[in-house]
């Protein structure tokens, strides 16, 4: 006897019934609408891309998490994408030359990582991707974070629920060469960073002593890990702080001008602990925090001006993040920004609700009435139950929180319907005939 069918979904994946459809399509409204407001056009990829795509760029991180695959009898290896960029620098790479610039694209695809599943981490999410590519100066850092920062508002979050974290990895490589780490173990030192709360501090210092830094320096690696700042800071206190230069630490200052300059300085702080563990990232990166540091991160970007030419496209500078929908989620929960379970304020509001008495017009009438206001545009609702009962219907139009009621009673007969304004709380009679203009007239 085979085994009885699963009632569960995967593990690390979700089943979204109606409520949390509503939730994920709130969440989504806000990215969509930031994302179009600040001028970028939405894209998509395939779920599944070649295998090679993601070894060639992405870093270890991704590389252990990947959902890879042969088709059965195949040859190609494929993985399902654990994360958009490598889709998006393909993309952009294929049509370099005819694509107008500068590329402003956003994407709120699903993706896959076989992580071990926990708080804020599943195997399957959604992650909103804002990419800004063709613009070298701050103001593409500036234009990807307002869209960031102008979503999360939207969905009721301040500047004290949450905090964008910056850090630049030139400005941090320059604090690492001071400190005796070699050019071309630079890469291995920001991922020694990226993974220093999963190690013992032993293996840090074995670690950090292999990329050449000796026991004091990696101390003071430890230290610029734990460097927070003001966005006010001067290129004097991040050199002070970090041991590099002034004239190294100008980049990150230049961007935090402009941040404060668009509005945005008292959303963020500068915090050395960040690094991004992707390889691809060449200048600032930042992830957005909740404000006490609890949680995992709720989005993560930054620079990667080398990747579109690492896919063959042109040399071509690029900034953007990603937002995944499980931390959001769960802060918005915490912070009384989504309603309960039961209640359906996120739900399609209907226009009207259709309840029919039960004689044999009225049955007739309910479906062509509903065709004819939904072929004018109403969302329209209608119960399948025959009941005397008029007063019970109309508690399922309430739950659902129907602007109107039509009942079709009595007074069909004399060709009226009874219609209930559930807003204004106000009832009339209505020839049938005019029905779906009466309703049209009233506004939304
Ligand atoms: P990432 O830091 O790997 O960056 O992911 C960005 C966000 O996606 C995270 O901050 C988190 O909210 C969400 N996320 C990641 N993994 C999971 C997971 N297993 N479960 C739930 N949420 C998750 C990137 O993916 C970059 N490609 C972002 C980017 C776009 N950089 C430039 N453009």
């Known amino acids: 006897m085979s085994a009885p069918a699963p009632r569960q979904p995967p593990k690390g994946t979700r089943d979204f019934y109606p409520p949390e459809m509503a939730v994920r399509r709130h969440i989504e409204k806000a990215w969509r609408e930031s994302s179009i407001d600040h001028g970028f056009d939405e894209i998509d990829g395939p779920t599944f891309e070649h295998l090679a795509l993601y070894t060639v760029k992405s870093g270890d991180g991704i590389i252990n998490e990947l959902f890879s695959f042969r088709r059965a009898g195949g040859e190609d290896d494929y993985a399902l994408r654990p994360e958009f960029t490598p889709t998006l620098a393909r993309m952009v790479a294929a049509r370099a030359s005819s694509l107008p610039q500068p590329i402003k694209w956003f994407a709120i695809p699903t993706h896959f990582r076989a992580e071990r599943p926990q708080r804020g981490r599943l195997r399957e999410f ?103 700042l003001s966005i006010e800071s001067s290129a004097d206190t991040i050199a002070g702080a970090l041991g590099c230069s002034p004239t190294d630490a100008q980049p990150l200052v230049e961007l935090n001008q402009r941040l404060i300059s668009a509005g945005l300085g008292h959303w963020c702080d500068l915090d050395f602990g960040i690094v991004r563990g992707l390889a691809y990232y060449t200048g600032s990166v930042f992830e957005v925090h909740e404000a006490s540091g609890a949680e995992r991160a709720i989005a993560g970007g930054g620079r990667y001006d080398k990747l579109i030419e690492s896919f063959g496209g042109p040399s071509m500078p690029a900034v953007g993040f990603g937002m995944g929908d499980v931390v959001i989620g769960l802060l918005l929960r915490d912070r009384g920004k989504l309603p309960s379970d039961d209640d359906l304020t996120l739900l399609p509001r209907p226009d009207v609700f259709l309840v029919s008495a039960g004689s044999p017009e009225a049955e007739q009438l309910l479906p062509q009435l509903a065709a004819s206001m939904r072929r004018a545009g109403l969302h329209v609702r209608h119960t399948y139950k025959t009941t005397r009962n008029v007063g019970k219907l109309l508690s399922e139009a309430v739950k659902c929180r129907a602007r109107h009621a039509l009942i079709l009673g009595g007074e069909l007969e004399q060709g009226m319907i009874a219609w209930k304004d559930l807003g204004a709380g106000t009832q009339s009679l209505i020839p049938v005939g005019e029905v779906v203009a009466r309703i049209l007239a009233v506004p939304r």
């Open 126 to 228: 959604i992650q909103w991707n804002v990419d800004l590519i063709g613009v070298e100066g701050p103001q593409a850092e500036v234009d990807v974070l307002s869209t960031a920062v102008v979503a999360m508002e939207r969905l009721g979050l301040s500047h004290s629920d949450v905090r964008v974290k910056l850090s630049h990895r030139g400005v941090v490589a320059a604090a690492l060469h001071a400190l005796g780490a070699q050019t071309e173990r630079l890469a291995d030192a920001f991922a020694l960073l990226d993974r220093r709360d999963k190690m013992e501090p032993s293996e840090f210092d074995a670690r950090a002593l292999a990329i050449g830094l000796g026991a004091s320096a990696t101390t003071r690696l430890a230290m610029i890990a734990r460097t927070q």
